[in-house]
């Protein structure tokens, strides 16, 4: 129970009676950086927002280190150290991107002392190691919009870590970017599964590849199975999933 | 590397300051143009159009925070405005001898003070109600708004409709606070003085450019830092400051707040210059009205705010006086033309590249006509700095 970070017992969740999710059940150990991969509309999403609280499960349970996450609002479940990165970036694009690490790095986030305390010194310093690791020290006082697309997702992945949390929910970090860029982000976080549990959700095959060591596949809201990467690849009800369902139609 | 980065801070820094220094030294300046030497060289007519401004111009500050800044979209500040005008016209109206209320009562054939009216005969009350309601009414309302989440363009419905019941219930009420005739205050006194007499007047005009500026340092103070930056963070995207750990509704009940205190000095200031309120403060126009000289000036700029206000204003009176149909088709076009042309209003316009363009016209600077990615990219420029040393 205690090297478990995160467990998802039983988890259903229906929108209208249509059931994202099925009866789920998946945990994720101390540590692990595990990927997570289905065709669309397998609930892959639908997850990350009841971990975080943006949805409530209609059933089920999940418990973060051994604690229900149930009926805690977002912000409260950030605190706890879930950090989450959306699947198109989300930053804040009038601010630097010194400004966008700052905010997220605010070890007291209400208002009070957001509006009365003074930045740390251990907060700067906290940022200008962190944007060493995400590759932007050059570009720390331009404005986030004038990034490119990859940088914005390495800021976003850079502004989860600032929050300092245990678990990173990572929503297809490489959609839309160069062979480059994808390798770029692929190594930060590497190097980031070395201190943080991740959990990632992505279709590039190619990227899984290179990341992962344990991959789960859903499908219609449940598990379909789990293991390594050549396991998974030639599972036949994965290949069924992905290809249709009846193969001979593929093949004439 | 990390040294490179600081002392391109510091250097960053230094700027700062000097930009901070630019700055207090021009707002000691207007202060002082305002305070010394306009009412010398103004008809008094013209000051106390003047003053009347400079008191919008306060409002303005308010919505700038709220919408410019937190990209909340009030139309419902004339609440605010007025209460604090109605506080303070209330006060004046109690500086009665002991056991008299104010005239108007008696043609209701009220001869009690209604309770509500009692504390407004003390001064220091008065003082603190001025803002004190204005930011309680508006933190409930904000707190009910945001608590559900609800933004964008349900949140300025929500602000109109609590302003249109707002308007009804001044409007409807003779026996409590005189109905649509509302608080004339001109002829009233305060401190042996009539609120209509120059010495009065110069006062109130003093009050209001130190008010202007005091609400500009705060709007300026609460508008920088990481409070600021996060009331940003939440006009661009309120979703991840909620993931980032930021629980928005307490950030966004506060600054609404603010704004409405700020919107409660102005109203009792500007009430005292123009010597009535009425509930035509709570029209739906006038609300309106106060965005636009947002927008025409600049959101997020503060000194846009300001600067629009008077400027509009200013306009209005210049145009009306000439041809008094006008002014209406001409405050439409004004907003159409800003929305359409200066989407960052005329000082969002300036800073971006307006500056630049100007210096350009006047012949003091020659454009850039190379590609110039390469002299900013700052990628670039650090590799630069590294092969140099």
């Known amino acids: ?252 | 590397m990390s040294s490179q980065v600081l002392s391109r801070s510091q250097g960053l820094k230094r700027q700062k300051r000097r930009k901070l220094m630019i700055e207090g030294v021009a707002i000691v300046a207007i202060a002082f143009l305002l305070l010394l030497l306009l009412p010398a060289i103004l008809p008094e007519f013209r000051l106390k159009l003047l003053g009347r401004f400079l008191s919008l111009a306060i409002v303005a500050l308010g919505i700038d925070l709220i919408w410019g800044f937190t990209g909340l979209l009030s139309l419902g500040h004339g609440i605010f405005f007025a209460l604090g005008g109605y506080a303070f016209a209330m006060h004046l109206k109690m500086q009665l001898p002991e056991g008299e209320i104010p005239d108007f009562f008696t043609l209701y054939g009220v001869s009690e003070l209604p309770w509500f009216w009692q504390p407004f005969g003390s001064f220091p009350f008065t003082l603190i109600a001025i803002f004190l309601i204005p930011a309680i009414v508006a933190g409930l309302l904000g707190y009910l708004v945001f608590r559900n989440r609800i933004k964008g363009v349900y949140f300025s419905i929500l602000t109109q409709a609590a302003l249109i019941v707002f308007f009804n219930f001044f409007n409807g009420q003779q026996k409590l606070i005189n109905g649509t005739n509302g608080l004339k205050t001109d002829t009233e006194e305060l401190f042996g003085m009539v609120v209509s007499s120059s010495p009065a007047q110069m006062t109130f005009y003093s009050l209001t450019v130190f008010f202007l500026v005091a609400m500009y340092l705060l709007c300026r103070w609460l508008t920088s830092g990481r409070f600021g930056r996060l009331l940003i963070a939440i006009r661009d995207d309120e979703s991840r400051v909620r993931f980032s750990g930021y629980n928005p509704t307490g950030f966004k009940v506060f600054v609404f707040a603010v704004s409405g205190a700020i919107a409660g000095i102005a109203g009792a200031l500007y009430t005292v210059q123009s010597g009535i309120i009425t509930p035509s403060a709570m029209e739906v126009p006038f609300s309106i009205e106060m965005v636009i000289w947002v927008a025409v000036g600049g959101r997020a700029t503060l000194v846009g705010a300001i600067f629009g206000a008077v400027l509009v204003n200013f306009a209005r009176t210049l145009l009306s006086e000439q041809f008094p149909e006008v002014w209406l088709f001409f405050q439409g076009a004004l907003f159409l033309i800003v929305v359409t042309v200066l989407p960052n209003g005329i000082i969002g316009w300036l800073r971006s590249w307006g500056w630049e363009k100007m210096q350009h016209w006047f012949g003091f600077k020659s454009y850039v006509v190379t590609y110039p990615s390469l002299e900013t990219d700052p990628q670039v420029q650090q590799e630069k700095e590294q092969f140099e040393e």
């Open chain 1, 1 to 252: 129970m205690d090297e478990k970070i995160l467990e998802i017992d039983n988890l259903t969740v229906s929108f209208d009676g249509f059931k994202a999710l099925n009866q789920l059940n998946l945990s994720i150990n101390t540590g692990e950086l595990r990927v997570l991969i289905g065709p669309n509309g397998a609930g892959k999403t639908t997850l990350q927002d009841v971990i975080t609280g943006k949805v409530r499960p209609t059933e089920g349970n999940v418990y973060f280190k051994g604690k229900s996450l149930v009926g805690y609002k977002e912000h409260e479940i950030a605190r706890l150290g879930i950090g989450r990165k959306f699947q198109t970036p989300r930053i804040y694009l009038n601010l630097t991107v010194r400004e966008n690490l700052d905010l997220a790095c605010n070890r007291n986030k209400n208002l009070l002392s957001t509006l009365m305390g003074r930045i740390s010194s251990g907060d700067k310093r906290k940022v200008v190691g962190l944007l060493e690791t995400i590759g932007l020290t050059a570009k720390a006082d331009l404005s986030a919009n004038l990034l490119s697309h990859g940088e914005k997702q390495r800021l976003e992945i850079g502004m989860l870590v600032a929050q300092s949390p245990e678990l990173l929910l990572v929503d297809e970090p490489v959609a839309g970017l160069t062979d480059e860029e994808t390798e770029n982000v692929g190594s930060l976080l590497l190097a980031l599964a070395e201190s943080h549990s991740i959990l990632v959700i992505e279709h590039d095959m190619e990227f899984v590849r290179q990341i992962a060591r344990t991959v789960t596949v859903l499908h219609q809201g449940s598990l379909l199975c789990e293991g390594t990467m050549e396991e998974v690849q030639h599972n036949p009800r994965v290949i069924e999933v992905y290809l249709g369902e009846t193969p001979e139609i593929v093949d004439s």
